[in-house]
């Protein structure tokens, strides 16, 4: 396994970086949360957000129940910012735009899918991006794009990305015909009101990086 740093910890929460293969929800043995309760001899962790297997960076634990509520009450209404750096191929249209789409997560596949109407089980999905960099590679061309979520949803922009015929690279499942290990995707940076009291949001960067 990949290095696992804990950038801070306090009574309330811990912010860590997550490598990728390893499960970030309370599952088994191969998870954050259980290394977190062995490094920290804590016995609570509260799971507020969550990163796909094969994709790392940095996550944020609640250490108690109302620091995990307060959390999630901050990812619901939109206080919790999240940032992501994201290898794709090919190249946007333009250099930065919004992406809107309807979801539709299919449980059985563990899968999301874009669809035209909104129905039962479908949610609206929006991330902001702006292009860093295209470069011609072996494998064709691909860019690094800068993300911000506006929704959380399964997948989201994996499938967004790849709907738009520019699947994440190493990212199988959603299209992407090359063989890396990983999917070409890091939470780089995280901002949230740390407490109940905060007047500004904290920030935690990854220290990974995700280069063409």
């Known amino acids: 396994m990949s290095e696992f740093k804990i950038y801070y910890s306090?009574?309330?929460?811990?912010?860590?970086?997550?490598?990728?293969?390893?499960?970030?929800?309370d599952e088994g043995q191969n998870c954050i949360p259980h290394l977190?309760?062995?490094?920290?001899?804590?016995?609570?962790?509260?799971?507020?957000?969550?990163?796909?297997?094969?994709?790392?960076?940095?996550?944020?634990?609640?250490?108690?129940k109302e620091t995990a509520a307060f959390l999630s009450t901050q990812i619901t209404d939109g206080r919790f910012k999240k940032h992501?750096?994201?290898?794709?191929?090919?190249?946007?249209?333009?250099?930065?735009?919004?992406?809107?789409?309807?979801?539709?997560?299919?449980?059985?596949?563990?899968k999301s899918f874009v669809v035209d109407k909104e129905r039962k089980g479908v949610k609206k999905?929006?991330?902001?991006?702006?292009?860093?960099?295209?470069?011609?590679?072996t494998i064709g061309e691909l860019s690094l794009v800068e993300i911000l979520l506006h929704t959380g949803r399964t997948h989201q922009i994996r499938v967004q990305f790849a709907s738009r015929k520019m699947p994440l690279v190493g990212d199988g499942k959603y299209g992407a015909s090359d063989n890396i290990k990983n999917i070409g995707l890091l939470c780089k940076k995280l901002e949230f009101f740390s407490s109940k009291h905060s007047k500004e949001p904290v920030c935690f960067e990854s220290k990974s990086i995700l280069e063409l």
């Open 36 to 64: 977190l309760r062995q490094k920290l001899g804590c016995t609570y962790i509260g799971v507020v957000h969550r990163l796909d297997v094969g994709v790392g960076g940095v996550m944020v634990y609640a250490l108690n």
């Open 10 to 25: 306090d009574k309330n929460l811990v912010v860590c970086e997550k490598p990728t293969g390893i499960n970030s929800q």
């Open 125 to 137: 999905a929006s991330l902001e991006y702006k292009l860093v960099n295209t470069k011609q590679t």
């Open 84 to 110: 992501y750096v994201a290898k794709i191929h090919g190249k946007p249209e333009q250099n930065s735009g919004i992406f809107e789409d309807l979801l539709f997560k299919d449980s059985r596949k563990n």
